[in-house]
C-alpha cells in the first residue's frame, strides 16, 4: 500500500490550521503530521517529521512567509504550498513565492473562510499531491539564465501568426521564462495559466516589468496585436476569434472544462479552428490532462506544437497526456523553448519569402 502524503500546515490562524487538518484528514491518501503557528516553530517539526508537502502562510508575525520561504529554499528544498489572501498585495507576494521555488498556492477566501476553505477541499488536496509529485527548485536570482538575457532575434511576420501558451502547476515561472528572451516583435501571444480570479492582473503586470513584448491582462473583443501578451483572466475561459480580418479575444464565463476555468483546453482548440497553421502551440508543467487533447487539434490542424520535456517540468502531468496522445510535435526544456519558437518563426518566415 502506498504511504500516506505527509503534510505539515504553517499558519499563525488557529482556525486555517483547523481547516487545513479537518480537509487533508478527510483524504484517505494524505495527513497532517503537524501543524506549526510560525515558521519558528515550523523549523523543529519539519527536522523531526520530515513531510512531504508544507503548507505556508504568506504573512505572519515572528518571521515573515516568504523570509522563510527563501532559507527553506536555499537549505532544504522541498514542496511548498502557499496559502494567501485574495487582495492586491497578497497576489504579489504570492507570485514572488512562486518565484523563490514554491510549487503552487490556495487563495483564502475573503468572506466566509470556513465555508469557502471547505468548499475548495478537492482543489486543495488535488494541489497537495501535484505538489508531492513536484520537483522543487530554487530558481537563483544571481543565475545566468540558459537563453541569453540580451532578446533573440525574430524575422517580422504577418499579424496572422501566433503563440498559444498553457500552463498550470509550476507555470507562472515557466511562462516567465518562455517570455522573457522573447523580442518586442514577437508574434501576438495568448496564455492561459490556472490561476484564480484576482491574481491574473497581476501575474500580467509582474510579466509586463520583466519582458521587452507587452503583456496584459486579457479584455473582451479587443484585437490581438504582434508584440503582445494576453493573459486569460481567472475564473474566465478564453478563445480565440475573428472579427473580419483581425483576431480579437473572446471570453467568457461557460461551466470549467478539466475542472478549470480558464481551460486551456478551450484556447487551444479555438486556435486550432482559427489559426490552423498560422499557430505555435506550447503546453507546459501542469498536474492533470487540460490542454493535451487541445494540442493534439492544434498539430492536427496544422499547427507547429511543442511539450515541455520531464526533466524541466516541475510537473510532469500535461505535457505527458499531450505526447502520450501524439499532440506534441517536439519535446523541449523548458530553458530552450524560447529559442525553439524563435527558429519556427524564422523558418516560417523563409517559407512567407520563397
Same mark, same amino acid.
Given at each position: /500500500?502506498?504511504?500516506?502524503?505527509?503534510?505539515? &500546515?504553517?499558519?499563525?490562524?488557529?482556525?486555517?490550521?483547523?481547516?487545513?487538518?479537518?480537509?487533508?484528514?478527510?483524504?484517505?491518501?494524505?495527513?497532517?503530521?503537524?501543524?506549526?503557528?510560525?515558521?519558528?516553530?515550523?523549523?523543529?517539526?519539519?527536522?523531526?517529521?520530515?513531510?512531504?508537502?508544507?503548507?505556508?502562510?504568506?504573512?505572519?508575525?515572528?518571521?515573515?512567509?516568504?523570509?522563510?520561504?527563501?532559507?527553506?529554499?536555499?537549505?532544504?528544498?522541498?514542496?511548498?504550498?502557499?496559502?494567501?489572501?485574495?487582495?492586491?498585495?497578497?497576489?504579489?507576494?504570492?507570485?514572488?513565492?512562486?518565484?523563490?521555488?514554491?510549487?503552487?498556492?490556495?487563495?483564502?477566501?475573503?468572506?466566509?473562510?470556513?465555508?469557502? /476553505?471547505?468548499?475548495?477541499?478537492?482543489?486543495?488536496?488535488?494541489?497537495?499531491?501535484?505538489?508531492?509529485?513536484?520537483?522543487?527548485?530554487?530558481?537563483?536570482?544571481?543565475?545566468?539564465?540558459?537563453?541569453?538575457?540580451?532578446?533573440?532575434?525574430?524575422?517580422?511576420?504577418?499579424?496572422?501568426? @501566433?503563440?498559444?501558451?498553457?500552463?498550470?502547476?509550476?507555470?507562472?515561472?515557466?511562462?516567465?521564462?518562455?517570455?522573457?528572451?522573447?523580442?518586442?516583435?514577437?508574434?501576438?501571444?495568448?496564455?492561459?495559466?490556472?490561476?484564480?480570479?484576482?491574481?491574473?492582473?497581476?501575474?500580467?503586470?509582474?510579466?509586463?516589468?520583466? &519582458?521587452?513584448?507587452?503583456?496584459?491582462?486579457?479584455?473582451?473583443?479587443?484585437?490581438?496585436?504582434?508584440?503582445?501578451?494576453?493573459?486569460?483572466?481567472?475564473?474566465?475561459? /478564453?478563445? @480565440?476569434?475573428?472579427?473580419?480580418?483581425?483576431?480579437?479575444?473572446?471570453?467568457?464565463?461557460?461551466?470549467?472544462?478539466?475542472?478549470?476555468?480558464?481551460?486551456?483546453?478551450?484556447?487551444?482548440?479555438?486556435?486550432?479552428? &482559427?489559426?490552423?497553421?498560422?499557430?505555435?502551440?506550447?503546453?507546459?508543467?501542469?498536474?492533470?490532462?487540460?490542454?493535451?487533447?487541445?494540442?493534439?487539434?492544434?498539430?492536427?490542424?496544422?499547427?507547429?506544437?511543442?511539450?515541455?520535456?520531464?526533466?524541466? &517540468?516541475?510537473?510532469?502531468?500535461?505535457?505527458?497526456?499531450?505526447?502520450? @496522445?501524439?499532440?506534441?510535435?517536439?519535446?523541449?526544456?523548458?530553458?530552450?523553448?524560447?529559442?525553439?519558437?524563435?527558429?519556427?518563426?524564422?523558418?516560417?518566415?523563409?517559407?512567407?519569402?520563397?
Amino acid at each position: /500500500m502506498k504511504p500516506r502524503i505527509k503534510v505539515l &500546515c504553517v499558519d499563525d490562524s488557529a482556525l486555517i490550521r483547523d481547516l487545513m487538518t479537518k480537509i487533508i484528514e478527510s483524504q484517505s491518501d494524505m495527513e497532517v503530521v503537524a501543524t506549526a503557528p510560525d515558521p519558528l516553530v515550523a523549523r523543529d517539526l519539519i527536522k523531526r517529521h520530515n513531510p512531504d508537502v508544507l503548507t505556508l502562510d504568506v504573512e505572519m508575525p515572528r518571521m515573515d512567509g516568504l523570509d522563510f520561504l527563501e532559507r527553506l529554499m536555499r537549505l532544504r528544498p522541498m514542496p511548498v504550498l502557499m496559502v494567501s489572501s485574495l487582495t492586491q498585495r497578497g497576489s504579489e507576494i504570492t507570485l514572488r513565492a512562486l518565484e523563490l521555488g514554491a510549487v503552487d498556492f490556495v487563495a483564502k477566501p475573503e468572506v466566509g473562510i470556513r465555508e469557502g /476553505m471547505l468548499e475548495y477541499a478537492g482543489m486543495i488536496a488535488d494541489k497537495i499531491r501535484a505538489a508531492a509529485q513536484s520537483r522543487p527548485r530554487r530558481q537563483p536570482e544571481s543565475a545566468s539564465p540558459a537563453v541569453p538575457r540580451e532578446a533573440l532575434k525574430a524575422p517580422m511576420l504577418s499579424s496572422e501568426k @501566433l503563440i498559444i501558451i498553457g500552463a498550470s502547476t509550476g507555470g507562472t515561472e515557466a511562462i516567465r521564462q518562455v517570455l522573457e528572451p522573447l523580442p518586442a516583435n514577437s508574434p501576438a501571444i495568448l496564455v492561459t495559466q490556472h490561476m484564480p480570479s484576482g491574481f491574473t492582473r497581476s501575474f500580467a503586470e509582474r510579466l509586463d516589468r520583466l &519582458c521587452r513584448v507587452t503583456v496584459k491582462e486579457a479584455e473582451q473583443g479587443e484585437r490581438v496585436l504582434p508584440g503582445h501578451v494576453y493573459i486569460a483572466p481567472g475564473d474566465w475561459h /478564453m478563445r @480565440l476569434a475573428r472579427s473580419g480580418a483581425n483576431y480579437v479575444i473572446a471570453l467568457d464565463d461557460t461551466a470549467p472544462v478539466n475542472r478549470h476555468r480558464p481551460s486551456v483546453d478551450v484556447l487551444f482548440d479555438s486556435a486550432a479552428s &482559427c489559426a490552423g497553421r498560422n499557430a505555435l502551440g506550447v503546453l507546459l508543467t501542469g498536474m492533470g490532462k487540460d490542454g493535451a487533447a487541445g494540442l493534439l487539434k492544434m498539430r492536427q490542424a496544422g499547427s507547429h506544437t511543442v511539450a515541455q520535456d520531464e526533466a524541466s &517540468c516541475v510537473v510532469f502531468g500535461m505535457p505527458k497526456e499531450a505526447i502520450a @496522445l501524439g499532440g506534441a510535435e517536439e519535446i523541449v526544456s523548458l530553458p530552450d523553448i524560447a529559442r525553439h519558437l524563435v527558429q519556427q518563426m524564422h523558418a516560417s518566415g523563409r517559407a512567407q519569402r520563397v
